[in-house]
């Protein structure tokens, strides 16, 4: 059976509907970064997602190919996430999504190194015939967080994070965000085929 990182790292993909504190460790991810409203179609940010797919499944069929990656094992793709900020601005302004500066990445197992990284974009682009030059190897270490699950349309994020600050102001946290640490979420519902209100997506922002 393939390795499926939600069902395997509940604690880090499936948190309940109420604010929890999680230290996430290091993990490393195929990574496209740019700006602007991730709502326009055929926009930046939709061509994004494309290349996230395209490497990250030129690496999950490596097996079927010439190519036999060192530790290699079955595994399910994990879902698209964003960390997203906007300059001049502590956390995300929803009425601006013009304004937004975003990286938009897709986990990788361990078994991919930078070398096999590289590997699986010189494949793509050889395959596939398009340009995957934004793509990158990118390790993050997130640290200390305060996350929940979000059920409902992406503009109702904002009575979540509300709920969430008030859990860190009780537990006297504080939100603890640099040029380095931003506002993330996970995507685990496909909003082309799942209602507005049905959507689930974990948010997470850096504390201390």
Known sequence: MAFDYKKEYKEFYLPP???TIADIPPMCYVAVRGQGDPNIPDGEYKAALEMLYGISFTI????KGSRQIDGYFPYVVPPIEG???QEGCAGIDYAHKEAFQWISMIRLPDFVT???FTWAV???ESKKHRDFSKV???PYHEGLCVQCMHVGSYDDEPATISRMNAYLSENDYSLDFSDSRFHHEIYLSDPRRTAPEKLR???REPIR
């Open 201 to 203: 997506t974990v948010i």
């Open 17 to 19: 509907q109420k604010p």
């Open 122 to 124: 010189h494949e793509a």
């Open 83 to 85: 960390l997203w900020w």
């Open 60 to 63: 999950k069929m490596s097996y």
């Open 136 to 138: 990158y190897f990118f």
């Open 114 to 116: 930078e070398e096999v």
